[in-house]
């Protein structure tokens, strides 16, 4: 179709940049509130000409937030630690879980195999409070509630599933020709696993590794049910924040900003995989 | 050694397998039970009374409903949207190409945060939205604390986050779709309305069919959001499933309740994602068979 007229590559470009604006302008308008004091964001009419101030963000990482209120402290810095640590803690245990039992399921065909995959798949949709609940008693018996090890435990429901299910996918498109010559040669199983196969899926081991850590940054309802503040990440950490008094609305941005801005960093880095991860792979782009 | 190999390399999945399924056997047993952790003495088996006791709770209703309203709002302007925007960046080019990752930055934020910035957002004393509505000649728009306005506002956070999932989708469906009908229709001056009904719909319907699935699975029971905007309220106005049952356990701490709200939920996403994973799975089936 190379016939597109004139009049209609202009109502394109404006239906686009409509859209554009409508799906970047609240990120555009939290980051420029978080070089705002509260003076400059209480205006009327608001104004994008302000002057900007670091002072949001030097409150958050000494933890003093100074107010006509008095002085407060606040944790922020503890949870943005938290969402890390959880996270990349969480996703290093399910990539070496995951990983072998992804190679099983993809080159071995026995029925486990087969109910383990379904099974996690079903669970895939099933509410998260479904599960959440009866194990917040049972992490109380074991006491392992508001603890890492707890926590990095269930966020294995997160994370494990979703790479098991795009690296099973790698490992089912690489021939496995190359692994039986290379086992002919006289090599042992687990060195034909660990210098031909995991290579060859590096790409996909990759993308699962990142959205497993996005995802389990993103998460809300694992740790406000399983952790208590100091556990916290900030997702949870930020709900709690926002109903504190004597907090400065450029303090609650510049929090929101520190938060989003290491998992929209990892997705623009990683974009090309993003289609098929959050499709479960269902379509190869 | 060799046959057990298989067995021993899936057992951290099956731990994973078994760390859901006993919580998951609890609670279908925890829905059996008059169980209150306030009330430890009433506690006993009291087979199906909490779901017979829902038939008749206007509360149960409204959550029934709210939720597939929700569900059904969200998913399908999400759909309109989604569809729109990847009809309009269809070409590969390098501006659309870049426009459609600038995209899939709302769907990278967490649903909780996202929340919270529309919440700045939309504050009545300084939020840009407020201002903006009340240059409409709205004064008293009053978003999520207002029962007549708090779904309008929480389906919009929503769609913000999520219609990038399935605009990616159906760019993905719309890219990878066979060009020879397409040439065919355009050297028979086949007019442009024709060809998207009778050719590019039906070849995108699996796609679409699949996104909205997958979508209406999530959005039904919908948590982060409503909970960070509004926790249910005003009032019960927003009273979703997950929602409810999270505040029947840890407010009124009615644990059997709790358990059959989300047995009931659970109910409902089964049978919704039976459907779609037979989808699914022929997507799968036909991206790798074709490929």
Redesign the interface.
Known sequence: ?DHTSTLEQVI?GV??TC??V???F??F??VL?SFQTNET??R???SIVFEPTLSNYSALITGRLESAAGNLDIAFMKNLWNSFFLSASSVLIALV??I??A???A??R?R??ED?AF?????????????????S??FKQLGLTNTYIGLI?VY??IC??LI?WIVRGYF??ISPDIEHAYRISGNS?LKTFWKIAVPLAKPGIAAAGLLAF?FA?????FA??LASADKQP???G??AF?TASGIQ?GQ??AA?VL??AP??A???YA?RY??EG???????? | MRRA???L??????L??I??????F??VY?SLLRFRLNLPAMKGFIWFDNYINFLSDAAFWNTVKISLVYAGLTVGVELLLGL??AL??QKPTRF?NI?S??????????????A??????T?P??G?LS?FVSLLGFHDFKWASDPSTALFTVTLVDV?VY???IM??LL??LR?LPKAP?EAA?LDGVPRSFVFFRITLPMLLP?II??SL?RL??SI?Q??IV??MTQGGPGDRLMV??VQ??LE?FQYTN?GR??AL??V??AI??L???I??KQ?LK??ER??GG?
Not at chain 1, 217 to 221: C, D, E, L, S
Not at chain 2, 9 to 14: C, K
Not at chain 2, 101 to 114: E, K, Q, V
Request: hydrophobic share 65%; aromatic share 18%.
């Open positions: 179709m394109r239906l686009i859209v554009l409508f799906f970047l609240p990120i308008w939290i509130m964001i209480l009327i009419p608001p879980l995951g072998p039992a190679y099983a399921f080159r071995f026995f486990l195999g383990i099974t996690l798949l079903s669970f895939r949709f099933a509410p998260p409070l479904l599960v959440l609940l009866p194990l008693l049972y435990w294995q429901l494990l599933p098991l089912e498109d199983w996005i940054w993103n998460n809300f309802v406000l049910i900030v997702t949870v930020a709900l926002v609305y609650i941005a929101i938060s989003i998992t929209l990892l997705a623009l974009q993003l289609v959050l499709s479960l792979g269902a379509v190869k782009g | 190999l298989p067995y390399l899936s057992l951290p999945a099956l994973v397998c760390g859901i399924l006993i919580p998951f609890t609670a925890y729109g925007i309009l960046l659309n426009a990752i600038l995209l899939l930055l709302p769907l990278m934020t967490a649903p909780a945060l996202a919270l910035m529309w919440k700045l957002m504050n004393n300084f840009i201002y913000w219609t990038p999932f990616i989708l993905a469906g990878s397409f355009a796609y699949t996104a997958f699975l999530d029971q948590f982060d909970y960070s499933f997950q049952s999270y356990f644990v709790s358990a989300l047995i939920l659970w996403t089964y919704l994602s039976n779609f994973i699914w997507l799968r991206a790798h490929a």
